[in-house]
């Protein structure tokens, strides 16, 4: 067997929804030969968690339940699954381990650590999207887990120049599962020039398809709702991932609603894959 480097940040509380974010990760685990990291954040107690609560020694509680739960998976993937236990911010520590283990993934349930169920993301959650320098899979704890657990992912991709960036991190995921990508051409309007800007970014994006050697199709929809487009599409194509960026372009009726990263993590019913969008800088007309 091969040396495992890379390793995947999981955000954990025992809460349904985290638990169902582990076993998630197990699947991810899996298949791209990495390790498993476990973050329980000492915080406000969850009262949907599973944790023993006899009233004394807190940490050994969870300790005994992170014990229970390695024994139960340890022997499901190949790399080893290790935990820590950490007292701050959750959002903060989860994304600070992720940064220094130079992990490449992290993976959370949208439920779960902060208390909010329906109308909005976990607040935790959010801000884990937000301040990650590293992609973020976000599920919700009724989703139901397949094997493989990637066979279709769903790249929308519409007129702005960053949505070409989660491009690269989707292929090298994909390619693990031999994914099919569904290249969704996103039209929220249709002014010559935008439709012109999507078409050419979908141009690009399909030449990088093309050459990872991956299956795809690509289709095109016009919607002012760009997020329930996306989400309705995912479904009638029974993918199993939206890779997404955290800011992307939105439409009159998207700002009424929250920014479309936003609504996408809190209305998909299916994992979302997430991207921060990275600052480039133009020198001479050049972007770099």
Request: aromatic share 8%; no cysteine.
């Amino acid at each position: 067997m091969s040396d495992i480097e890379k390793s995947i940040v999981v955000g954990i509380d025992f809460s349904r929804s985290s638990i169902q974010a582990f076993e998630y990760a197990l699947g991810i685990a899996g298949q791209t030969q990495s390790k498993l990291r476990l973050v329980y954040v000492t915080k406000k107690r969850d009262i949907d968690s599973l944790v023993p609560r006899d009233g004394k020694g807190k940490n050994s509680a969870t300790e005994k339940s992170f014990e229970k739960l390695i024994a139960r998976y340890k022997d499901s993937i190949p790399g080893e699954i290790t935990y820590r236990i950490l007292s701050g911010k959750i959002y903060e520590e989860v994304t600070n381990l992720a940064k220094y283990t130079e992990a490449w993934l992290i993976i959370a349930g949208a439920h779960g650590m902060s208390g909010f169920e329906e109308m909005w993301v976990g607040n935790n959650a959010s801000k884990i999207i937000s301040h990650a320098n590293r992609p973020v899979i976000t599920l919700k704890k009724n989703f139901r887990i397949k094997k493989p657990v990637l066979e279709k992912i769903v790249l929308p991709i519409d007129s702005t120049f960053e949505t070409i960036q989660k491009v690269p991190f989707t292929l090298e995921l994909a390619q693990y599962f031999k994914a099919q990508i569904n290249v969704l051409s996103l039209h929220s309007s249709k002014m010559k020039t935008t439709e012109q800007r999507v078409e050419n970014n979908t141009r690009d994006v399909m030449e990088l398809i093309v050459k990872s050697g991956l299956r795809y199709i690509n289709e095109k929809i016009v919607d002012e709702n760009i997020t329930r487009a996306t989400i309705e599409y995912a479904q009638k194509r029974n993918a199993d991932l939206i890779s997404i960026m955290t800011e992307q372009e939105f439409s009159s009726q998207n700002v009424l609603m929250g920014t479309y990263a936003q609504q996408m993590v809190n209305q998909a019913p299916i994992p979302v894959l997430s991207h921060k969008t990275r600052i480039l800088v133009k020198h001479d007309g050049l972007i770099e």
